[in-house]
């Protein structure tokens, strides 16, 4: 059976990734990883913000900043203090580490929201030994005056910034919340992103009824999560050169099997390997065999896409005319079981 998949240019052993979580803060971590079956790994991210000035003075961050000077990594604002994890030299000496360490390759992730210096670090990512870079673009704006074509605007310059300093492929990933998702790929995509990662989660702060506090509060994925990205990349398969990797709600065997069947070219994994520990990569990497071997595919390259938009038998499947059928034939009752077969008759 071959699970060999192509990713940015990147020949991987299997669709099965670590995306960025705290687990890549370890090196003994990364090295499990890969004994489990990973087929590269996304590093945790190296934010925007952990490029301030020494000073230690506040500025109001703005999501359009601009920093013109493009040989500094210094920005002109510091957000409210924050303790990250890793500083930006830990970070590039924890590559040089990972490369040394574990075969496979070693993506980095910057993120940020602004065009400023911090995108020049990209190249000292890519001459501390990482062979891809993946940019997450975490943007929740609040400016009232700011349009969508500016802030869509802004995901293109920051990619045009990073591209523009670096040879190794540039991942984008990226949030839904775009008026014309679509658009938004394709101008990703022009601009050159050589993936597209679907989708960021957006961490929603909760209160706190007896601190009357609000609060941060990561919930991990369930697996329902995985429907919004998995339409996304059916629909975009064979429709932009970018690969497509998935990200949110993938848990087991049959997660990846749907992402690769809606055209996915590799299967990012993070809830599920902080709840079930790392090695839980190697009972996925079986159930993804179970499955393949069951129903006689002999390789990842074969599955890829054969239900996205393009080629399944019922594209409509992905658009309007879907929810309207869903709404009308929902019974009552069906909300006391789990079972979903009850949608194709
Ligand atoms: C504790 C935690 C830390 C994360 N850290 C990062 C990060 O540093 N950079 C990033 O791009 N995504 C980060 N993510 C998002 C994950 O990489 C992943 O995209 C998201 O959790 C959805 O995948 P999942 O459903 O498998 O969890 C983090 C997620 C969690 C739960």
Redesign the pocket.
Known sequence: MNLTTRYMGLSLKSPLVP????LSEDIDNMRRMEDAGASAI????L?EEQFMDDEGVKFNHHPMTHNSDKNSFTLNYQPESIRFRVDPQEYLNHIRKAKAIVDIPIIA?L?GTSLGGWTNYARLIELAGADAL?L?I?NVPTDMSLTGTQLEQNYIDILDAVKSVVSIPVAV?LSPYFTNMANMAKRLDDAGANAL?L???F?QPDINLKKLQVEPN?I??EPQ??RLPMRWIAILYGQIYANLAA?????KGHDVVKMLLAGADVT???????LHGIDYLRTIESELCEWMDKHEFASVEGMKGILSQKNCANPSAFERVQYMRSLSIYKPEWAHTQDTSYYFG
Do not use: D, Q, W
């Open positions: 995306s960025a979580s705290p996304v590093m945790h991210s934010f992730s993120n993946e997450n975490y990933k990662v989708f960021n989660r961490y990561i991990l994925s999560a995985k990200t949110s709600g993938i848990h990012m994994i993070c809830s599920a390997l902080l």
